[in-house]
């Protein structure tokens, strides 16, 4: 499995962006997907992450209510729309596959199986 990520820029705090993630492989639609996120000096911490079957999702305190996560299972692409975005959510942001949710719903980036490369987000104030 291949994971693409893109959709990252800068912001003003108050906007929102769309970042996409497109999976390759014929597995892909067998995997959760999720974000990660790396703000500078900080450990890797997951952001929000959604089931193989899109039916079931999971985000960080911090984003709930201003992240959501989707997935087009016919397109292999896993969408994170982010509003009302604030100067502590500049990061890298990348995206992760796991068999199971498990390690996204416990922050641990070491339980992830494939990366894609980050993008940045940068929220201006």
């Known amino acids: 499995v291949q994971l693409q990520a893109s959709g990252g820029g800068l912001v003003q705090a108050g906007g929102s962006l769309r970042l996409s993630c497109v999976g390759s492989g014929r597995t892909f639609s067998d995997y959760c997907v999720g974000w990660f996120r790396q703000r500078p000096g900080k450990e890797r911490e997951s952001v929000a992450a959604i089931s193989w079957g899109g039916g079931s999702a999971d985000y960080a305190d911090s984003v709930k209510g201003r992240f959501t996560i989707s997935r087009d299972i016919g397109k292999n692409t896993v969408t994170l729309e982010m509003s009302h975005l604030k100067p502590e959510d500049t990061a890298v942001y990348y995206c992760?596959?796991?068999?199971?949710?498990?390690?996204?719903?416990?922050?641990?980036?070491?339980?992830?199986?494939?990366w894609g490369e980050g993008t940045q987000v940068t929220v201006s104030s």
């Open positions: 992760a596959a796991a068999a199971t949710m498990r390690d996204f719903i416990r922050g641990d980036p070491n339980g992830m199986e494939y």
